[in-house]
């Protein structure tokens, strides 16, 4: 039997009793019902060490064995391990955590390697206090780095709070909440999709 689908999060957020912290769980618990195995890492847990900017210096040097040791390096067999991984932030003037940057800017050496990312299923979650805008453009800030890394994008799986969704029939005060356990469960099937046909993206 196939191991199950392994779904990572990553959450951004100081507050583990917060709104980013409820939707990364929908998403997972969603996932986790689909038949996922799940894991939630919280930065704010780990010991981070600045990316060095070895890209810019020179991208032979951009490899994970160069990287100083800490808590994400740390995490790269997982993160390469995971079918999916899903980012979740708080919203900080109309962008994503320090601490969220700093896993992104982590990730460059695992992509400027192997691509270890591409293929990959992700979904994004980023939340504010208040509704005073920037959700959008921190949500699509994980977005535009991670999708260039070759990740794969489920419908409705860039999700931000708060926000209410109208159509012609009714209007929804909050639709993540709603939508984020479909989140879960969605990526979880395009995973199983892409293991019973494979596609070779880089070759």
């Known amino acids: 039997m196939a191991d199950r689908?392994?779904?990572?999060?990553?959450?951004?957020?100081?507050?583990?009793?917060?709104?980013?912290?409820?939707?990364l769980g929908l998403v997972l618990s969603g996932a986790s019902k689909a038949g996922a195995e799940t894991k939630i890492v919280n930065l704010y847990a780990l010991d981070i060490v600045h990316e060095k900017g070895f890209y810019s210096e020179d991208p032979q040097k951009a490899i994970p064995e160069n990287?100083?040791?800490?808590?994400?390096?740390?995490?790269?067999?997982?993160?390469?391990?995971?079918?999916?991984?899903?980012?979740?932030?708080?919203?900080?003037?109309?962008?994503?955590?320090?601490?969220?940057?700093?896993?992104?800017?982590?990730?460059?050496?695992?992509?400027?390697?192997?691509?270890?990312?591409?293929?990959?299923?992700?979904?994004?979650?980023?939340?504010?206090?208040?509704?005073?805008?920037?959700?959008?453009?921190?949500?699509m800030s994980m977005v535009a780095a991670l999708g260039q890394m070759g990740v794969?994008?489920?419908?409705?799986?860039?999700?931000?709070?708060?926000?209410?969704?109208?159509?012609?029939?009714?209007m929804v005060s909050s639709w993540a909440q709603i939508d984020a356990p479909k989140v879960g469960r969605n990526m979880v099937q395009l995973i199983e999709l892409l293991r019973k046909h494979p596609i070779f993206w880089s070759s």
Do not use: C
């Open 5 to 23: 689908p392994f779904i990572l999060g990553v959450s951004g957020s100081p507050h583990a009793q917060g709104t980013v912290q409820e939707l």
């Open 67 to 139: 990287m100083p040791p800490d808590g994400i390096t740390a995490l790269y067999p997982e993160i390469v391990r995971a079918d999916g991984i899903v980012l979740a932030t708080p919203v900080y003037w109309a962008n994503m955590s320090g601490i969220m940057k700093d896993f992104i800017d982590h990730l460059t050496p695992l992509e400027n390697k192997d691509f270890a990312l591409e293929g990959k299923v992700a979904a994004f979650i980023a939340a504010s206090k208040e509704n005073e805008g920037g959700v959008e453009m921190a949500a």
């Open 152 to 170: 794969l994008i489920p419908p409705n799986a860039i999700l931000w709070y708060p926000g209410a969704w109208v159509n012609a029939e009714n």
